[in-house]
């Protein structure tokens, strides 16, 4: 469990190195690209986040149907938008390293987790349903609540992290243009 946190550490500093990179990084510009990952990603974890139930039921509808991670599909999403904002080759390599080694033992871990609360289900679950990349087709509808997403999920520390540094950008673009 303890490497687990550490994992979490690790990640939120790196996310942290992001932000401060878009802070001060002089040739950081809005690149429609990138800014359409950012909103996907963003997107993605919001409906993921209003879609689940934690720690009560075994997500499978909704983007669950799709993926079995929508919420860190969402987050490489927003990270590699952003990383790409801010120098978009290296970015974009850095995201697609930098990522898996962080979040691939938590996502296999979480499997472990998922099996061992929902023996009967988890299996079929898995054998149906892609860890990571989203599949195309197998949609099954499911509940949304933008409630539950943003409050009892906490969903909008991403919303407003994006935004603000969304902002600082716009800011930044102004200031140099003048």
């Given at each position: ?10 990640r939120?500093?790196l996310?942290l ?19 359409g990952?950012i909103v996907?990603?963003l ?18 509808k ?22 790409g904002l ?53 949609y ?20 407003l ?18």
């Amino acid at each position: 469990m303890q490497e687990f946190q550490k994992l979490n550490w690790i990640r939120k500093f790196l996310g942290l190195l992001l932000a401060l990179a878009i802070v001060f990084e002089k040739r950081c510009r809005f690149r429609p690209a990138f800014l359409g990952l950012i909103v996907s990603g963003l997107g993605i974890r919001i409906w993921a986040a209003g879609s689940i139930n934690k720690n009560a039921d075994l997500a499978v509808k909704g983007p669950y149907s799709l993926t079995r991670n929508p919420l860190y599909f969402g987050s490489f999403l927003l990270g590699t938008g952003f990383a790409g904002l801010v120098l978009p080759l290296p970015g974009l390599i850095a995201s697609s390293i930098v990522f898996p080694l962080i979040y691939w033992p938590k996502m296999l871990q979480e499997e472990r987790d998922l099996e061992r609360f929902f023996p009967d289900s988890f299996e079929e679950y898995r054998q149906r349903v892609p860890l990571f990349f989203p599949r195309i087709c197998g949609y099954i509808r499911g509940e949304f609540s933008l409630k539950k997403a943003l409050c009892s999920n906490r969903e909008y520390n991403s919303a407003l992290a994006a935004l603000l540094l969304l902002l600082i950008i716009r800011w930044k673009r102004r200031d140099q243009s003048a």
